[in-house]
Every structure is written in C-alpha cells, then in structure tokens.
C-alpha cells in the first residue's frame, strides 16, 4: 500500500514537473473590473494562445486600490506577481521603494526590440524616469473630455460645444432658459478638477514642477486659477445650473447623463464605451475639457495605470512577463484593447494605424480622438509633464473631503482649499520623511 | 466552592498551548508589529524604516480631524450601545411572556445576526437613500429635509441605526436566555403578590438581569469601536466630511488606502489603549454595581 502511494505520488510530481517544463508561467494582477477586466482577461487569453512558451496566469484583484494594496501584502510575504497594473497615485510610491525592474531595463536584457520613441511624449514623461527610460510600460491610457447632450444642446440653440469655461456658463445659462433643470452633472474628482485642469492651463499643482525635480514639494494649488474655477463650480451650483451627482447621493454624473437628467458631465474618454453601452436615449458628443479665456490651452496627461515589473522572481518569470509586453505593444494588440475598450492607444503607430483604417470616423468609435488631441495639444513642458507626489492618494482625499465640505456651506471654497494644501503638505512632508535620502530614479 | 486542580503543571500548559499560539500568531505578534511601527516612519513597499520616535503620536494627536473621528466614535459607541441593547431588552422582555408568535419571533430576530455587515450597509443604503430610498417619501414632504450625503449629522444617524440593528439580534439572545433562566416560582409569587408586568420587570427581572446587562455593554461597546468598518465603508464612505469617519475606519484609509502604515499603527495603538481603558473603567467601576447571584 505504501509503496504503491509513493509510486502514484512521484507520478503526480513528473507530470507536474513535465508540465512545467512545457510552459514557463508568470502571475499577473490587475485592477480593472467589470467589463473592462474582461477585456484585460482576454488579453491573456490571447497571449497564451499566440505562442506555446509561456502562460500568463492573471487574476483580476477588484479595483486599483485593492491591487496596489493586495500586491504590498503579498510582496512583504514573497507572494507577490510578476506583473502588476498599478494606478498614477502608486507611482511615486513604486518608484521610490526601487522593487522593480525597469522595463527598459527589461527588455533591453532580454534582447526585445520596442521602439519607445513610438509613445506619445504625454504618455511617455508620466512612466519616464528623469532620464527618459521607461520605468513602467504604458498600458491602459485616458484623458478627461466632457459629454454633452446634443438635443439639449440644440433645443437651447448651442450650435458649437464651448472649448471655454466662459462658453459653458453660457451654454448652461441657455440651457436652464430652455427649460433644462440640470445643466451639469457634477461630482468632485481631483483628477479633472485638480490635476488636468492645471495642465490645461499650464499652471502649477505642485512645486518642483509638480514634484518632479525633487522630494521637498510644497502643493501650490490654493494660489492658481484652480481656485477661482472651483468657485465657479460652486457658483454653478448656487445659480442653479450645476447639480452634485455622486453614487452616495443615489445617481451617479454618469447615469444622470444617460438617462436625460442632465446635459453635461466630465469624465475619462474611457467612459466613451460604457456611455455606448448604456444607450441612452438621445444623440451625444464629447468636447475637449474647456480652459478660460485668455489662457493658451495647453496638453493634459495621460491617467489611467500602468504595468510594473516587480522584484525578485526568477529571469524565467521576467522572460515570460517580457514576452507578454511585448505581445501587448504589437498594433493588433493594441487595436484589440482600443476597440473593445473605450481607452486610447498609446503609440503613434497604433493610432496611425486606426486612422488610416478611418477607426475614429465611424460609430460607435466616432470622435474618441478628441482625448488624443487633447493628450498632444502642446508638446509637455514642466508642469503639464504630469505630478509625482508622494501621499498622493491621501492629498486627492484631502482635497475631497475639503470641497465637499465647501460645496455644503461649511467654509468658503478658499478656506476649504487652503486647508487641502495645508494638510496635503503635512502628508509630502512624513512621505520625504520616510524616503529620507531617496530621489526618484 | 470546590475546584478541579491539575496535579502536574506541564498537561496545564499543553492543553493551553493551542490557544496560546494562535493568540500569539494572531494577536501579540501584530500588536507588537504595530508598535514598532507606530514609532518609525514604514515605507509600504518595505526596504527600511527611520524611527521617529513619539512623532507619529504626536502629529496624530494634534490633528484635529483625529480629534473630530474619536469624537464621532464614542457618540457612534454610546448611541449604538443604548439603543441595540434597549431595543433587544424590549424584544427579549415580549419573546418572554410568550405573546402570540413568540416562536416565530425567536428565530426571525436572531437572524440578522448572521448578516455580514457590508450587506447590512447596503440595505441600509438603499432605506435611507435621499433619492430613491424609503426615506426619499421625506423628501416629497418637504424637499431637502432628508440628505445623509451632505449633513453630517444624518450620515452618523444612518450609521448608528445600521450599527445598532445589527447588533439587536445578538444582545437579544442573551437577554432572552438571562429571562428565562429567572425561576418561575419568583415571578409568580410576585404576581400572587399582585405585582403587575410592567413593575416585576423593574423590581424583579431587570435587577436579576444586571449581570447580563453588564457583559452586553462590555461587548457593544468594544465592538462599536473595533467592529464597525463594514457598515461605514458600504454606508458613507466616512463622510461626508468626516462626519462619520470613526477611529477603525481612519485606520483603514490610512493605512491601506493611502499607503501611512505608520500613522495607522499608532492610531491602532491609541484604539487599543483606548478599549482597554475602558474595559478596565467597566470592570472596576461598573461592575460594583453587579449582583452575580
């Protein structure tokens, strides 16, 4: 009986060792959910069915944060992936722990030619080291646009979406005339509110050129136009033209949008497809984030996340993760994920390629190169290059936390920003702390 | 009062060791984690640390949004506490007397003990939702009386309903099991006495009760401090504006959500002393009161 137990399990172990030696497996964790974290399943799908070498095992982890966060556990305990999808706000994080491996590094080691001079320069600078090297490869990309209703629009006789935040007071003026109740779904997001509208308008977030240049960075924004802009959403608001639409308060800007309620929300063009999806009842357009007047417009930065090579798995593991990269940075690839997805493509040969395919002229794909115009509207200079501040989850929370108590008559919108910043600089404060000594690479 | 004693030591210390361990494995381990945490400055992804000394504690306890979350978590504690433990007294008292359908009652009022509270959160969501929930009839009434996402003081409302709902269930077991351990020959003789219901439930049932009552209010209030992040991540997310960011849950976006393992450490320090504390306060003061028959 014994012998014939140890017979059967040196039998399991040969075949596992067989199997094993068959293909070279690698783990990779992503936060994308939903039908968006189908698409990425499908990636893998595809990969492992393009070559026989490699597997792809990937597992999806139910939002950024809970990847970021599931990944620092499992890596304190040697359990982490090869390949994790990590959010902006991670970056600086990431970057300054050094548990990586640096894709150019990657797969300059591993003798893979990927042409990066090929990436867009406002994709490229946000996953750059200050050298220019990729540190982390570009993957799923987006920028904010705004959704307007066309037959509203029509109705209060907007011939032309406004590119001005003059034009929009306009437009909603005309619109609640029109007999519009709600104008403009809003719900606070730093991302647009914050960070892309500064770039737009090529003003400060953060010093140090929005903390690329070093650790010591104070946060600026209470002192730039973003402040004049958020009392202006809070005018919205108060005249009557602007309603706050959040998930908590029981609709999100998003369904309020697709169901008629409102005209306009802002949002990430990735949203594009689920807005498709959704079929709403009437005909819809997207318009470029709109900048004041007398400003010169300039690029805004790619959000969205990236992929990182994490630290300490074996070069087998890296070649595979290697393979899988570079079967992602293939043109067909990237059609796949543009098409069936509603984000970007991040090379210029990807969107050379659907252009001359005339992609963007058709629906349901029609006009979603606006967000590439907009991520290419001026080459990026030092302060639309992107933010890389530490805490930056907790500063965004910050600033929510603040303007929404603002936006609820607890303190003037000034006050409220003020704040932000003060306690946002407490939080890049303790991070310099902790990375005492460290600059990013 | 007789008493079994082990004859030799070591069998004492190897049926104790299972225990033991996974005490240690789980709770004295981390703590002590914790507190060399809470005086160091961690970087999440690991790689070193620098100690700091008393700072962590220090920028916590002058922040006053801390202030503000441990002021929200002893009214959470206090309010949720009394009126779990008032309402499930109430039930046990009519499960008691066996009004018609106590049976069904029985089982129908533990159940939602075995509610996961993220569930609890939800439902409790949609109830009080402004705009589509059972409460937006408010609203209909008069427009914007009702609105938990944007005053404060509704949004810890909410929660402390959640809370306390959750916890009816429990409370009331122990309650129904205290009342019927109650001989019936002292409530009868009462009654021959011609004590009415309501006075043998303040003369008689209530003060035999106090034992129970004073290990339910030990438990819900440790646990409102300790158990209650499920319903606020589903129900409020801690806001609006902090309104409803109790100590467990400031520790968790801290810490997981924005990457301060340190701070959260030292905020789960000062938890941890704060609970104890208060156990402590219960059992050496409180419990004088107690009458164990």
């Known amino acids: 009986m014994k012998t014939k137990f140890a017979t059967a ?42 070559q026989d070498q490699y597997e792809a095992v990937c597992v999806g982890q139910d939002g950024y944060e809970k990847a970021v966060q599931n990944t620092i556990a499992a890596f304190r305990a040697k359990q982490h992936p090869t390949l994790l999808q990590s959010f902006d706000a991670g970056t600086a994080d990431l970057m300054l722990s050094g ?54 629009f029509e109705k209060a006789g907007i011939t032309e979406a406004p590119l001005t935040w003059e034009g929009m007071e306009a437009a909603f003026k005309a619109l609640k005339a029109s007999g519009q109740e709600c104008a403009y779904a809003y719900a606070p997001d730093s991302w647009i509110d914050l960070e892309q509208f500064s770039m737009a308008h090529n003003v400060p977030v953060a010093s140090n050129n929005n903390g690329y240049d070093g650790l010591d960075s104070e946060l600026l924004f209470n002192t730039t136009a973003h402040v004049k802009h958020m009392e202006d959403v809070q005018r919205y608001i108060a005249d009557g033209y602007a309603q706050v639409r959040t998930p908590q308060s029981g609709k999100s800007a998003r369904d309020s949008f697709v169901e008629g309620e409102c005209s306009v929300f802002f949002s990430s063009i990735a ?92 629906e349901p794909y029609k006009n979603r190169d606006l967000a590439l115009k907009s991520l290419t509207f001026t080459e990026p200079g030092p302060l639309t290059r992107g933010i890389r501040l530490g805490s930056f989850i907790q500063i965004r929370a910050e600033w929510k936390a603040e303007v929404e108590a603002a936006l609820a008559g607890q303190k003037t919108m000034k006050e409220a920003l003020d704040t932000a910043v003060a306690r946002g600089n407490d939080h890049l404060k303790r991070f310099a702390q902790t990375y005492q000594g460290k600059s990013f690479p | 009062m007789r008493r079994a004693y082990f004859k030799t030591s070591w069998i004492a210390a190897l049926l104790l060791a299972p225990q033991l361990l996974i005490i240690f494995v789980f709770f004295y381990w981390p703590s002590a984690q914790a507190v060399y945490w809470a005086f160091t400055l961690e970087q999440p992804w690991g790689g070193g640390n620098t100690w700091v000394g008393f700072d962590n504690f220090r920028n916590i306890l002058a922040d006053p949004y801390y202030w503000s979350s441990v002021r929200v978590s002893v009214i959470y504690a206090i309010a949720a506490t009394a009126l779990a433990m008032g309402m499930s007294l109430i039930l046990a008292m009519f499960v008691d007397r ?62 402390i309903l959640a809370g306390a709902w959750k916890h009816v269930a429990y409370s009331f077991i122990f309650f129904l099991a205290a009342l019927q ?25 209530l003060p035999l009760l106090t034992p129970t009552v004073f290990f339910l209010f030990v438990i819900n209030i440790t646990d409102s401090f300790t158990d209650s992040f499920g319903i606020v991540d589903t129900l409020t997310g801690g806001g609006p504006f902090h309104a409803t960011d109790l100590m467990v849950y400031k520790i968790y976006s801290d810490g997981f959500r924005g990457f301060d393992y340190s701070g959260a450490a030292a905020q789960s320090i000062i938890l941890m002393v704060l609970v104890m504390a208060l156990t402590f306060v219960q059992f050496r003061y409180v419990e004088r009161r107690v009458h164990y028959t």
């Open chain 1, 99 to 152: 548990q990586f491996y640096p894709v150019h590094q990657m797969m300059k080691d591993f003798d893979i030619t990927i042409d990066w001079a090929n990436y867009f320069p406002g994709i490229a600078n946000y996953y750059s080291s200050s050298k220019g090297d990729f540190v982390s490869m570009p993957f799923n990309s987006s920028t904010p646009v705004y959704y307007f209703n066309k037959e509203q």
């Open chain 2, 181 to 205: 351990s109650i001989p019936r020959s002292l409530t009868e003789a009462a009654a021959m006495d011609g004590a009415r219901p309501l006075r043998r439930m303040i003369d008689l049932q």
């Open chain 2, 98 to 159: 066996q009004l018609a359908g106590y049976k069904a009652y029985r089982v129908a009022l533990i159940w939602p003990y075995a509610i996961a509270a993220p569930a609890v959160g939800l439902a409790f969501r949609f109830i009080f939702n402004p705009n589509a929930g059972i409460f937006s009839y408010v609203n209909t009434v008069i427009p914007g009386l009702w609105d938990p996402t944007q005053i404060g003081w509704q949004a810890l409302v909410t929660i």
């Open chain 1, 271 to 362: 949203d594009h497809n689920t807005v498709h999806k959704l079929k709403p009842a009437f005909a819809w357009d997207v318009q470029m984030i709109p900048v004041y007047e007398g400003t010169e417009r300039h690029n805004t930065v790619v959000g969205g996340a990236s992929l990182w090579v994490l630290a300490g798995k074996s070069d087998d593991e890296y070649k595979a993760a290697a393979a899988y990269l570079a079967f992602l940075a293939t043109p067909e690839s990237e059609e796949f994920w543009v098409s069936n997805t509603g984000y970007i493509p991040v090379t210029k040969a990807g969107y050379q390629a659907l252009l001359d395919k005339g992609f963007y002229n058709a």
């Open chain 1, 9 to 50: 399990a040196l039998a399991v172990l040969a075949t596992a060792g067989a199997a094993s030696a068959e293909k070279t497996k690698f783990e990779y964790w992503y936060g994308l959910t939903g039908d968006l974290g189908k698409v990425v399943l499908e990636t893998c799908n595809r990969f492992n069915a393009s």
